[in-house]
Nanobody, 124 residues
Framework: VQLQASGGGLVQAGDSLRLSCAAS????????VGWFRQGPGKEREFVAA????????FYAASVKGRFTISRDNAKNTVYLQMNSLKPEDTAVYYC??????????????????WGQGTQVTVSS
């Protein structure tokens, strides 16, 4: 499955953005999907994940209550709604697909397929 992340941009603190992760090649409904990010000079970190049937979601503590992950299997797309953005949310955001479809995996090693990333920059 090929993944394409989009929706990033330059926003001010407190603004919102919605990232999209569109799949091609195979139906995304067979996979759990996660969002990860890598800020400047930082290691990649987990942001959020959702199981194939949306029954399970999991969020990093730093984004819980501000970000919402959802999916539309009919559109083969997963979304990350980001509200109340902070400068520390600045990073390249990546979506990834995992064959552990019944779960919402946190570890990057559970994900075999990765998109190319979309830049999110939050100014103070």
């Amino acid at each position: 499955v090929q993944l394409q992340a989009s929706g990033g941009g330059l926003v001010q603190a407190g603004d919102s953005l919605r990232l999209s992760c569109a799949a091609s090649g195979r139906t995304l409904s067979s996979y759990a999907v996660g969002w990860f990010r890598q800020g400047p000079g930082k290691e990649r970190e987990f942001v959020a994940a959702i199981s194939s049937n949306s029954g399970s979601t999991f969020y990093a503590a730093s984004v819980k209550g501000r970000f919402t992950i959802s999916r539309d299997n009919a559109k083969n797309t997963v979304y990350l709604q980001m509200n109340s953005l902070k400068p520390e949310d600045t990073a390249v955001y990546y979506c990834a697909a995992s064959s552990y479809y019944y779960a919402a995996p946190v570890g990057g090693g559970a994900y075999a397929y990765w998109g190319q990333g979309t830049q999110v920059t939050v100014s103070s």
